[in-house]
């Protein structure tokens, strides 16, 4: 994809997360719900090519999501070698991990990431803590759950939730942000379940004074994971194209 197109698909698709914010927070008249006035959009960039994160931040997308380790850490260390000889290039990029977690590779990703979004056991979320530099600011951490109880998917069950949100709670180097789903395939009212679960821990847990964040909808669904509470959609196939 030329560098033309790539920027064209993002502009149409921060155009959609926009239009999609406008009509539920115009609708939505249940203050019972969680509707974000804004909407992140973060950029699926895996297997992507350095360069077209490059041309994307140069148009101002903050949030990139990366799920290959070695690949990811190799475009956060590119990025900030461009920003060391020109700081508008890549300072501000935030970046997400949105890939399993492996235990012998916590500490890479505790060192590398702003954002992890698959935390889905206290061992992991335990590791992430002690591994987390003291220089660097608490790791933002969203919980995944698997909320259609696939066999396939990675996740936490809803039943779990609770324990796992009091364990995470005590850890100083983590900042506890909300949830995060992939749901099945099949139309499911999977993102209201969600969002029930995201107000049951907010209501139970009122000391979360950073519980803001549900991460749910991708390129297929966005508008209606926005319509019901997203807060981040992880768009790759509309902005980037197929995956290499």
């Known amino acids: 994809m030329d560098k033309s197109s790539l920027i064209t698909n993002w502009q149409q698709v921060s155009r959609q997360v926009i239009e999609a914010c406008r009509q539920t927070v115009s609708q939505d008249k249940d203050s019972q719900k969680v509707v974000p006035s804004k909407v992140t959009l973060l950029a699926v960039s895996k297997t992507k090519p350095i360069e077209m994160i490059v041309a994307l931040a140069e148009q101002g997308q903050r949030d990139f999501g990366e799920n290959y380790l070695q690949e990811a850490i190799e475009k956060i260390t590119a990025m900030q070698e461009l920003s060391e000889n020109d700081s508008s290039k890549s300072n501000s990029i935030v970046w997400h991990y949105i890939g399993h977690i492996q235990r012998n590779k916590t500490r890479d990703i505790a060192e590398h990431f702003d954002w992890v979004q698959t935390l889905e056991r206290d ?79 907010k209501q139970a847990h009122p000391e979360l004074t950073h519980w803001d964040t549900l991460s749910m909808g991708m390129s297929d669904d966005m508008e209606a994971a926005i319509a019901s509470g997203s807060t981040m959609v992880r768009v790759g196939t509309a902005i980037f194209g197929t995956r290499d």
């Open 123 to 201: 061992i992991i979320a335990k590791r992430l803590n002690d591994q987390r530099p003291d220089e660097l600011p608490p790791l933002n951490v969203l919980v995944q759950v698997n909320i259609d109880d696939e066999e396939s998917k990675s996740g936490c069950q809803p039943k779990e939730l609770p324990s796992l949100i009091e364990a995470i709670k005590g850890y100083e180097r983590l900042r506890l942000r909300g949830l995060m789903i992939i749901p099945a395939k099949a139309n499911t009212d999977a993102f209201a379940r969600t969002q029930q679960l995201f107000n049951e821990v």
